[in-house]
């Protein structure tokens, strides 16, 4: 019980004094899993908007592979992603082994398919009757899907919150394809992984309540998305 | 572009060294490392300080002995820093390293709870095994291929005892959240006194055998060898095996620790033999 109160209270001085280490680890991690989700959704929900869209054969096959992806255990994913950068491996090369890069590759995989796959319902949930007024004015493929996008604008930023929320509180791969170094791939999970390792709780305590925090900002918005009344 | 000119320009007129920062061609050094260099906080310092004082950059990866000697045998990494001699003098002679150089060492402790149900306090190590494995006592052993784990399965081999049972529980895990484990099943383990030290204000137990010869934990750093992997950064492993034994790290090494536990967790051996150590 010592242990937790005077953890806790080491935990309040360094987030009042905004420690070092807390403010590298915070800032390390929203800028990783900040890019990463950047990068998904600019990728996703294009290709989710069109999954969501176009009917081919196959199309099945390739939703259930996305939503497959929605599942990825991030220690699989950090697995192969370290295969694939170290200097022994196909993308040896770029000697992104051990940096932030890697860790937005990771982080990337696993953001992704949420993305794509939320966005793919968000789109097939539109009135199909909008589909067809659309195209009875004259609308091109390409913006009708700007159209619908905007339509569907509160479900896509649901689909973005939920990959940021996944990749901000994963661990594995970030871990293992970034190396948990101080001050540049040490983010908010491996630090608090590491500290509590060392027996430094007051510190492992602090990045913890950052974190929730985090998760807690980024449902506050799913959820006011959420509940605001759909524009007309 | 003029200014590094001129710079350069005065530099070499009066003859003096460039900055710390002179640039260098691959800046990056990849270093495949022990957790028990990482949970005793003597990798932080040491990545900062030899960042400061080379134009290289440390990226450390904090695996077990036998991981970073894997990640080595690779050539994945330009330098490993491990304690798990035999299997180091192995790693060489396969051709996987360059230079091997000793140094610094601490010493594994025997801990357990302050009951001491197996009765093993004061004891010799190999003995303190033998009655810990006769009363069936939870020993928890790392199980990691971590230079701990290698160094304890070596002790008891040593003793002529091959641990099994429910007794023997293998936790996987690096030496901090070992020494957790065992405090809270009230189970013995074999611990290196650095991670030790650093946890035992948090925990609930003591040690029973130490400052026997064969405990002695040795560090050696090796750089990868470029004749067999040509794409490691031989300049920058150099540079850290060489920063590692240079005369400040090592009084560094000595030093660290000292403020806050009121001993030394490591012991700088620069330029001895494994012998001298021993």
Redesign the interface.
Known sequence: MDLILQGLGEAASRLVSLDPDVREATSAALAVSGIATALSVATGVPAGAWLGLSRFRGRKLLLSLVNTGMGLPPVVVGLFVAVLVWRSGPFGGLDWYCTRQAMVAAQYLLAAPTVVGLTAIAIQAIDPMLHLQLSALGATRIQMLGILVREARLPILTAAMAGFGAVISEIGASLMVGCNIKGDTRILTTAIALDTSKGEFGSAFALAFILLLLVFAVNAVTTWAQQRRRPL | MIRAFVLLLICALVACDPPAQRSVDRP?V?LATT?SF??S?LL?VL??DFQKRTPYR?????VGTGAALA?GA???ADVVFVHAPNEELAYMQQGNGDRRLLVMHNDFVLVGPPADPAHVRGKNVFDALRAIAASQATFISRGDKSGTDIFEKNLWKQTGIAPAGSWYVEAA?????TLTITSEKRAYTLSDRGTFL??Q??IEVQILVQRDPPLINVYHVITVNPRK?P??NAAGANAFADYLVSAETQRLIASFGVEKYGEPLFFPDAGKSDADVR
């Open positions: 990056e990849l957790t990482q949970d906080g932080d990545s900062a440390l990226r450390a990866t904090a990640i690779r050539g994945d895990t690096g030496m901090g959240q650093v946890r204000g948090q992997f794409k490691v």
